[in-house]
């Protein structure tokens, strides 16, 4: 059974820095995309980034590029979110996802990946 657990949210002022991580477990993460995707109160989910843990391919939401960085740790089988200069419209709960197909900015745009965290609040004050 895949399961992938998030971590890391919180409450932190406008311009400050949250880490997110991801730990993944029954399936072999070195085979999946792993994203981040999140959902404001009021709106609908939005894809962030993704990675290919095979051969460590990314991709970026427009608005998030040159803020957050998407890494991981494959012997930890853990997914990161660096997010950096963060503003109040980066509130939302933020998720993790895994898909079989490769990371690029389509998959992004889906919301339909088959395996999905509980999610992990990131509120941003100004």
């Known amino acids: 059974e895949v399961q992938l657990v998030e971590s890391g949210g919180g409450l932190v002022q406008a311009g400050g820095s949250l880490r997110l991580s991801c730990v993944a477990s029954g399936f072999s993460f070195d085979d999946y995309t792993i994203g981040w995707f999140r959902q404001a109160p009021g709106k609908e989910r939005e894809g962030v980034s993704c990675?290919?843990?095979?051969?460590?391919?990314?991709a970026y939401a427009d608005s998030m590029k040159g803020r957050f960085t998407i890494s991981s740790d494959n012997a930890k089988n853990t997914l990161y979110l660096q997010m950096n200069s963060l503003k109040p419209e980066d509130t939302a709960v933020y998720y993790c996802?895994?898909?079989?197909?490769?990371?690029?900015?389509?998959?992004?745009?889906?919301?339909?990946?088959?395996?999905w965290g509980q999610g992990t609040q990131v509120t941003v004050s100004s």
């Open positions: 996802a895994a898909d079989l197909l490769e990371c690029n900015m389509r998959l992004l745009l889906l919301n339909d990946w088959p395996s």
């Open positions: 990675l290919s843990t095979r051969d460590g391919s990314t």
